[in-house]
């Protein structure tokens, strides 16, 4: 999707937001917060699964900080 027609849906968002009265405007963002928490909530979990599957198939290795920086000046 290109970047006008994002900002298009973006304003239409706002301007229907607009419309609502104080009440619908606070319950609206509610909503919208609790559904953003729930779906970073979802996608760091899924982050987390991706690194214990790394950790587990051996894809990620323990080092010490010493090991870490010599490795970064080969």
């Not at 999707?1 to 239409?12: A, F, V």
């Not at 968002?13 to 953003?36: M, N, P, W």
């Amino acid at each position: 999707m290109t970047d006008i027609s994002q900002t298009s849906r973006l304003q239409q968002a706002i301007d229907v937001a607009e419309a609502l009265s104080l009440a619908e405007q606070q319950l609206l963002l509610e909503i919208l917060a609790k559904r953003l928490h729930r779906k970073q909530r979802q996608q760091l979990l899924e982050e987390v699964q991706e690194i214990r599957q790394e950790v587990a198939e051996g894809g990620i290795t323990y080092s010490s900080v010493k090991d870490f920086l010599a490795e970064l000046d080969k």
